[in-house]
């Protein structure tokens, strides 16, 4: 069982730019969430893909977008980079759904990206 | 949509004391809390969950409590020890979405 892996580990982009982050779940795992991690703060939540349908978000703005592929691993998109978009961003894969035998499973959490936007 | 609070922001007890952190939730649909650590440069990860069908639950040194009339649940570390030492965040969840708290950073002197 391999467990959940993003790339790249860190990331320098400048102010205006595209990025796309990747994340690879954990074997076995149909979900993906996304998370924003700033600077001495908990991991804000951006989306959860859920069998590559987007089945949840929070309070980001739409050109931070997503996709979830047939394997099941993600990429999150964003654009037009803001100084604030710097931080540490988290993926977090788990077995939802009916399959699961349970409501709500565990979340595990990948090494994160670093992003820096200059 | 749901708001956690969390308390304390920071936390400093003697190796072997008790330490208890709380956290609030706004959202009544929310239905599961887990409590995470994450210590410095590393991913969060869980220690210990709570569905909301469940009061409490323990995991050796660790317990967890949950109140839902009054929406709130607390994390519980006994005889605790240098390596507890770390940021420690609760979160809500509500169908496809997850609320963190800020986190409390836990330091244990020996």
Known sequence: ETGVTQSPTHLIKTRGQQVTLRCSSQSGHNTVSWYQQALGQGPQFIFQYYREEENGRGNFPPRFSGLQFPNYSSELNVNALELDDSALYLCASSIEGPDSGAPYNEQFFGPGTRLTVL | ?110
């Open chain 2, 1 to 110: 949509g749901e708001n956690v609070e969390q308390h304390p922001s920071t936390l400093s007890v003697q190796e072997g004391d008790s330490a208890v952190i709380k956290c609030t939730y706004s959202d009544s649909a929310s239905n599961y809390f887990p409590w995470y650590k994450q210590e410095l440069g590393k991913r969060p990860q869980l220690i210990i969950d709570i569905r909301s069908n469940v009061g409490e639950k323990k995991d050796q040194r660790i317990a967890v409590t949950l109140n839902k009339t009054a929406k709130h649940f607390s994390l519980h570390i006994t005889e605790t020890q240098p390596e507890d030492s770390a940021v420690y965040f609760c979160a809500a969840k509500d169908a496809g979405k997850s609320t963190f708290g800020d986190g409390t950073t836990l330091t244990v002197k020996p």
